[in-house]
């Protein structure tokens, strides 16, 4: 057999590396996979507006507005670092206190969902007592 | 915080001109997690915070924008550099070679790094530029390929709009995956013909050597 020359040693090399990259890429990816099967829950993000959160943990927005002591806004697009800063507070603090609201409504889930609490002064909606 | 929390929450608030900027400068070469920015677009739109149509339309052109002034960046930029440089080395022979393989097989190149491999995007933008490949030609890739890559992510976007950031982890390690994969296959394929011309090589030495054994 032919010996290897540089050139053959530096393809060898990264051809080596490149198996390996695939391979940590792989088990990372099937690990995920597999996370994702038994964990139903995603981590929050300081990206993550409080409806994102609402919705990804299957908790009504009106909920963790409460537990951050906001009134629900209708087509809140603020992304919870915002509100932190709003609040002047750090965001690791905001997202403790929606873990800890998830995790006391799944405790206790209500019997049904309640409808969400309108703002004081605001007039009910005309359609409700349409309905009998 | 991390870069990829900081720009989501400036889509939040910002929406659109933010998308656009962001798969622009993405597209040139400077990386930003474009997939996962379009994942969340995604599920804005999904929620009804952005507009479908919008976001499909302005990501689409960000990243068309953004890919083709990589590509001016190396036809203006690049080519008389790497004339220069080929001259330098003494290599225009290999430059050439390369331009001739580019010429053949990038229109899949084109293609393939707009959605499935797209790290390798930015760099092939940048050569395609400098070996003077056609640009209508890689237009026409470019947008096709842009096309999928937004309608792929954007769609996955809405069909997990609740688990955004899981999804886009997901994808990042699976298109790593596949980068890697394709260079083992391309350097391992290399490496294979240079043992098997060598040890054919070889046979040729010994039946020489037999004949001229036979010869005698």
Redesign the interface.
């Known amino acids: ?2 010996k290897l020359g540089w050139y ?1 040693w530096l ?2 090399a ?2 080596l590396l ?2 390996i ?3 940590l ?2 088990v ?2 099937v690990r ?2 597999v996370y ?1 099967q038994t964990h139903r829950d ?2 929050i ?3 993550m ?1 409080v ?2 959160v609402a ?2 943990y ?1 908790v009504p927005p009106h909920v963790l507005y409460q537990a951050i002591k906001l009134e629900p806004v209708p ?1 809140d ?3 919870l ?2 509100i932190a800063r709003e609040q002047n507070r750090p ?1 690791e603090a905001l997202v403790y206190e929606l873990q800890q609201a998830i995790k006391d409504f799944r405790a206790n889930p209500p019997p049904k969902l309640p409808p969400p609490t309108s703002p004081p002064g605001q007039t009910a909606s005309p359609l409700a007592g349409a309905t009998p | ?1 991390s870069l ?6 400036t ?3 910002y ?1 659109l001109p933010v998308l656009f900027a962001a798969l622009l400068i993405g597209a040139v070469g400077i990386p930003l997690p474009g997939s996962l920015m379009l994942l ?1 677009a995604g ?2 739109t999904e ?3 952005m507009n479908l149509y919008a976001v499909l339309a302005l990501s689409a052109a960000g990243s068309i924008l953004g890919d083709n002034i990589g590509y001016a960046l190396g036809r203006w930029g690049g080519h008389r550099l790497s004339v220069r440089i080929s001259r330098f080395i003494g290599s225009e022979r290999h430059l050439k070679a390369a331009e001739e393989w580019l010429i053949k097989r990038e229109g899949a190149g084109i293609f393939l790094s707009r959605w499935l491999i797209t790290p390798l995007a930015p760099f092939i933008n940048i050569t395609c530029g400098m070996t003077g490949y056609s640009w209508p030609r890689f237009l026409l890739y470019d947008v096709l390929g842009e096309a999928l890559w937004v309608v792929l992510y954007v769609l996955l976007g809405r069909l997990f ?3 955004v ?2 999804v886009g ?2 994808l990042g ?2 298109v ?2 596949i ?3 394709l ?2 296959v391309a ?2 394929w ?2 294979l013909k ?2 098997r011309s ?2 054919i ?2 046979e040729r030495d010994e039946t020489r050597g037999t004949l001229v054994d036979e010869a005698r």
């Open positions: 057999m032919k053959q393809l060898l990264v051809f490149a198996v990259v695939t391979g890429f792989a990372r990816a995920r996979a994702w995603e981590q993000r300081p990206w507006s409806r994102y919705r990804s299957r087509r697009r603020r992304p670092r915002e965001v | 915080m990829s929390d900081y720009l989501l929450s889509l939040g608030v929406g969340a599920s804005f929620q009804g915070d709009s609740d688990r950031q899981e982890e997901l390690d699976f790593w995956m980068v890697g994969l260079f083992a350097l391992g290399k490496l240079y043992f060598s040890s090589d070889e």
